[in-house]
């Protein structure tokens, strides 16, 4: 790979024209690239015969470096950041957030018709606006961005406005169900969450599945809890889920298909929901909570899929088929199955 780089340098000789005394000035790029090779340039400087072996001899450690330092290859060009501050001033400086000390990371912030905050993460090349930057935000669908050598800063903030747009109603769905009711996961739902899992009562929610780009349809519905009451709830969501309307929210025709009230912060503490594994004796265990419940109505108790399954696998009486554990329940002594605890990626 060739190398071509234009650099300024200005040599100043004393009067006797002694190489030994002479001073270097360069530009800042130079003395960036040149720093950690400072000690070898000014050897070469007391060493060389003459002016031009020294320049001949500055050219080869530029070289060396240059090629040792991938980074400094990429290093843009001046024309870049002339370029990169007209389009900053197009923008807008309001909607700027963050440059990185080498102006090559930017994050931009942008608010939806809802007055929701969001980021956008932009690395752009150093043959920025020839080449495409690297663009990232906090979504649930892939950014996809159209950009051309003429693209520019503001139009791509115009581009991720309309992406913000189309998921709106996405959002909207999404910040009711946080809003009315008891979120036990997410504990803090990011923007590209589209999973909620929802506290109906005691041991027993529903884990909901948006999907983005169709958010009010019906949407991937999981009952987790003890049998006898995630029963009655899924034939109600078998038998009522011709009465959907997408015209209305997800958190309303949820009500409407289980014919339940959720618990909102309103009426309930988050704790009666947030009850303990029998087991190991703490809600959270790193990114699960206990959603297997046992199916006596007497007894009902919560554990962790992994505590249960390593409860159980430690047992004699328990037998295993499949991925499927059978047992008896830690705390009352009754049946009770576990699938495997899968293996964690
Ligand atoms: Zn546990
Ligand atoms: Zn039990």
Redesign the pocket.
């Known amino acids: 790979m060739k190398i071509e780089r234009d650099f300024r340098i200005r040599i100043v000789l004393p009067s006797d024209l002694q190489l030994k005394q002479a001073k270097l000035f360069c530009c800042w790029q130079l003395k960036h690239l040149l720093r950690e090779y400072e000690h070898i340039v000014k050897q070469r400087l007391q060493q060389s015969a003459d002016l031009f072996s020294f320049i001949l001899e500055l050219k080869t450690v530029l070289e060396v470096c240059l090629k040792s330092r991938p980074e400094c290859r990429s290093m843009p060009p001046p024309q870049y950041y002339t370029q990169l501050i007209s389009e900053m001033e197009t923008l807008g400086w309001d909607k700027m957030l963050s440059i990185d000390t080498n102006f090559q990371t930017l994050k931009l912030k942008a608010e939806d018709s809802g007055g929701r905050q969001h980021v956008l993460n932009i690395k752009l090349k150093s043959k920025h606006p020839i080449e495409a930057p690297e663009c990232s935000a906090d979504l649930p669908i892939p950014l996809n961005i159209n950009w051309t050598p003429q693209s520019t800063l503001d139009q791509l903030h115009s581009q991720f406005l309309l992406v913000l747009e189309s998921l709106a109603e996405f959002w909207d769905v999404l910040d009711e169900i946080d809003r009315k009711t008891w979120v036990l996961e997410p504990e803090k739902p990011s923007r590209s969450d589209t999973m909620r899992q929802i506290a109906i009562r005691d041991n027993v929610s529903i884990r909901v599945d948006v999907d983005p780009r169709h958010p009010k349809m019906l949407p991937e519905c999981c009952l987790l809890g003890a049998e006898h009451v995630v029963t009655p709830l899924r034939n109600k969501l078998n038998a009522n889920m011709h009465i959907w309307n997408p015209d209305t929210s997800v958190l309303h025709n949820l009500r409407d298909v289980l014919e339940i009230e959720f618990p909102s912060s309103a009426t309930h503490e988050k704790s009666s929901f947030s009850a303990e594994?029998g087991?190991?004796y703490?809600y959270r265990?790193e990114t699960s909570v206990?959603d297997q419940v046992c199916n006596d109505p007497r007894c009902g108790q919560p554990?962790?899929q992994a505590?249960l399954y390593e409860w159980l696998r430690a047992l004699p009486s328990s037998r295993q088929s499949f991925n499927l554990m059978f047992g008896e329940c830690p705390y009352c002594s009754k049946p009770i199955t576990v699938k495997m605890a899968t293996q964690k990626s």
């Open positions: 594994c087991i190991c703490s265990l206990p554990f962790h505590c």
